[in-house]
Structures are given as structure tokens and as C-alpha cells.
């Protein structure tokens, strides 16, 4: 097993170094799924299905469904859902600020909550998407600065003696990464728009964030770990590829969902609490011809796993952990719980998943927030709203969350990728009563 899960865990880690953000993700899932057979569709477009067809969508290019039809009868819904985006710094508009006549710096702002310690004194870039003239439209691009053009400097220790007792980081003062020196100014839009191989003038509007520009590595005693950046949430948008990709039955249609803007709570036409998979699996459904009354029996029928990674017990920090649930690195897949519904696991979910990852050999573990500290939420109860089905919250075990780089475990990318793979191949039918029967390919 350790050769096939570090073999895996480097094609995560390939897969991470050529995302260096969300539009970058999504492209390179297309990509993948292009390459295996699928069609892609546009929203604007008629859609024609056929019976055993693969097909995806993508929505503001950074976030995708996939789905394929089965040839038999249709019976249920298998969905699968993750999120493309991290926690990061958005560039302003009118970024560039000169300091001193000296220094050119970049105004930016926070895109969700991160650990801000650890972007210091690392070499940065910036990627993302940009918005150009053609003819008498628009059109996007994906850019990616592929060098070293940004850092962020820390104060030296001697003009503030007391900031390993504790600091506040104020993004509007501390936050501002250096581009160069006086000759950077007036330069930032040019070295994007060289990078995306337009002219500058024709740039009219910029969705750009900055990334570290490290690859990830593995290492520990064993090689039992890896740290990247984006691990959350791009382990399980890779792993739950790979169990998509490789499942399927004959009588569901198996849904990959890959979400943007999780990170700032979804609301979005992106983002899970949009109406994204709604709008996408009532099309499918009229496409195929099949009643309103169809697709409600289905979504009876239906399963989703939302996987977004989870906290692994700290080393340093045993007593933040809840006190009878513990979970580790490289001992399974995490169920999250929370008793106010920030996480969507219920016993029948739980239980259902439990069951798919017996059949598939991939131990389990459970995850409460201890209950004086206040956690966060995810893609599931959100999706929920909009698509209500059976749904259970998963993820990875991991420590250092929402830093500029996190660390996992080398095997569990394993198991998610196996637990989806026999999740895909999987009808779960209701029998009413809170009665279910789950049927293998």
C-alpha cells in the first residue's frame, strides 16, 4: 500500500504546483476529464444527453460538475462535492503603492481566514483570472505569474521584542507584499498582462491572488507526510476525482462537484449555497426526458459526500482536541459531527458511509470540535439547502489548516480515492422508514 499511496501522493502534489489558484484547479480537472472521454457543456447551450454519455460544466471557471449517465434505469443520484479555492490575498484594484520613493508594495485584502505568520519571508507569485477586450465583447484568461515576484518581509525581531508573546496582523499595514523597488512602479499590470500574453489596455477587469510559489515535498522519518499548500481543500477535490473517475452503476448517475468561494461561505452563483448543482441536475434531468416527480425519487435515492479536509489531533496541543474523538494522520477518513448542523452528518449518513468504506477496506474516524471552541462549517448543509438528500461531511485528517502551507498524511489521499470509487459504484435505495438498502455494482 505505501507504494501506491506515495506514488499518489506525488501526482497530488504535481496536481497542486500546476494549480496555483482556483481557475487553475478547475482547468486542470477539465483537462483530466477531457482527456478520459468527456464532453463538456455550455449553460448557454441546448443540452442533448445520450445514455452512457460523460459530460461536465463549468460555472465562472472555478467550479465544475461532471456527471455521467448510466445506460440502464435511473434510479438515484451518487454525489461527490469538494471545493476549488484557499484561503488567500486578493490583489485591489490600483494595487501598486509606493513607499519612500524606494519601494513599490501591493495593496491587497483577505480572502478567508488564514494563519497570516506563515505567508512571511516566502517567495510569492500571483495567478488567477483576467477579463479582456475581444471585438465587441469579453472574454477570460488564466494567468499565472510563474516566477518569484513578491515576499512579504517580517520586522526584524529588535523593532518588536514582544511579538513571540503574541501579535495582532493588521493586513492593511502588515500584510502588503514587496514587488521591487522604485523602477517596479507603474509595472504590475504589465508583467501580468505579459504573463497572459495580452496588452495591458485591454484588461478590464482582474480576479488575481497571490500563492507560494514552494512545491510540495514529502518527508517524516518514514515519509508518512506531506506538506503543500491548498491541501485544503484540493487533496479531496484530487481524490474524489480519482474514485469518480474509476466508480460508477448502472442504474445512478454519479455526480463530481467541485465548488468555488467555500472559504467565504459559499453564496455565490459558484458557490454551493448557489443554485449550481440544482440548476445542473434538474437540466439532466429534463434533458433525459424524465418527470419533476423522477428526479425527487432520485434525490430519495441520493447520497453526498462532502469531503473538505478536517483537523488531525496536534501534537503540541493535545488539549484542543475534542477528548474522545481523535483523529490521526494516515488512519483513515475523518466523519465530521456538530450538533448545531455546521457539519450535515446524521446517523443514517453516517452510517451509509461507514458501510461503503467496510466494502472498501478504508478505515474510518470521527471528528467533534471540543466543545468550547467554536469550528468551522463546509459544503454540505449549504449544498443541502438547495438539493436536499441524504449527506455526510468527510475529510482528511490534517494539522496547520488554513496555513500558507499544511501537512497530511501520505496514505489517506489512498483511502479517500478508494472509498469514492466504491461510493461511485454504489445505489443506495430508499425503502422508506428510515430503511436503506445499498446495492454494488
Excluded at 458511509?353 to 467533534?368: K, L
Excluded at 482528511?396 to 489548516?401: E, G, R, T
Aim: charged content about 20%; aromatic content about 8%; hydrophobic content about 40%.
Amino acid at each position: 500500500m505505501m507504494e501506491e499511496s506515495m506514488k499518489l501522493s506525488n501526482e497530488l502534489l504535481d496536481f497542486i504546483q500546476k494549480s496555483p489558484s482556483c481557475y487553475h484547479a478547475v482547468e486542470n480537472l477539465a483537462q483530466t476529464l477531457c482527456d478520459t472521454g468527456f464532453l463538456e457543456l455550455s449553460e448557454g447551450a441546448p443540452w442533448r444527453l445520450q445514455r452512457g454519455g460523460r459530460y461536465f460544466i463549468r460555472r465562472n471557471l472555478s467550479s465544475l460538475l461532471a456527471f455521467k449517465i448510466p445506460e440502464g434505469e435511473i434510479r438515484g443520484f451518487q454525489i461527490a462535492a469538494s471545493h476549488s479555492d484557499s484561503p488567500t490575498f486578493k490583489i485591489k484594484e490600483n494595487p501598486e503603492m509606493k513607499v519612500e520613493g524606494h519601494y513599490v508594495k501591493l495593496n491587497v485584502e483577505k480572502y478567508g481566514g488564514m494563519l497570516c505568520a506563515p505567508w512571511f519571508d516566502r517567495p510569492l507569485s500571483v495567478a488567477g483570472k483576467i477579463v479582456v477586450r475581444r471585438g465587441e465583447g469579453v472574454e477570460s484568461r488564466l494567468v499565472n505569474v510563474d516566477r518569484d515576484l513578491l515576499m512579504l518581509p517580517s520586522l526584524a525581531i529588535h523593532m518588536n521584542r514582544s511579538v513571540n508573546d503574541g501579535y495582532k496582523y493588521s493586513v492593511q499595514k502588515d500584510m502588503l507584499p514587496l514587488l521591487g523597488d522604485e523602477r517596479a512602479a507603474g509595472t504590475f499590470l504589465d508583467i501580468v498582462a505579459g504573463a497572459a500574453g495580452v496588452d495591458k489596455e485591454d484588461i478590464l477587469g482582474t480576479d488575481l491572488f497571490l500563492y507560494c510559489r514552494g512545491r510540495g515535498v514529502v518527508w517524516g522519518a518514514n515519509g508518512e507526510y506531506l506538506s503543500s499548500p491548498k491541501l485544503d481543500d484540493l487533496q479531496c477535490t484530487f481524490a474524489n476525482l480519482q474514485g469518480f473517475l474509476a466508480g460508477g452503476h448502472p442504474n445512478t448517475i454519479s455526480v463530481y462537484a467541485v465548488f468555488d468561494n467555500e472559504e467565504v461561505g459559499s453564496g455565490t452563483k459558484q458557490g454551493a449555497a448557489g443554485t449550481v448543482l440544482l440548476d445542473t441536475l434538474l437540466r439532466v434531468n429534463e434533458a433525459l426526458g424524465r418527470s419533476h416527480e423522477d428526479y425527487l425519487r432520485a434525490l430519495a435515492s441520493g447520497f453526498m459526500v462532502s469531503a473538505d479536509n478536517a483537523h488531525a489531533v496536534h501534537p503540541n496541543h493535545l488539549s484542543l482536541a475534542d477528548p474522545t474523538n481523535h483523529p490521526h494522520m494516515n488512519q483513515g477518513i475523518v466523519l465530521k459531527f456538530s450538533a448545531n448542523q455546521k457539519y450535515g452528518t446524521d446517523s443514517v449518513s453516517a452510517a451509509l458511509f461507514r458501510a461503503i468504506c467496510s466494502r472498501a477496506g478504508v478505515p474510518v474516524q470521527t471528528f467533534h470540535n471540543h466543545s468550547d471552541i467554536l469550528g468551522g462549517s463546509t459544503l454540505g448543509n449549504l449544498s443541502n439547502a438547495q438539493v436536499s438528500l441524504n449527506m455526510v461531511d468527510v475529510g482528511l485528517p490534517q494539522l496547520a489548516m488554513h496555513s500558507a502551507v499544511e501537512t497530511a498524511g501520505v496514505q489517506d489521499t489512498l483511502y479517500l480515492a478508494r472509498a469514492m470509487k466504491e461510493f461511485y459504484s454504489t445505489f443506495v435505495e430508499d425503502g422508506g422508514r428510515g430503511s436503506y438498502t445499498l446495492y454494488r455494482a
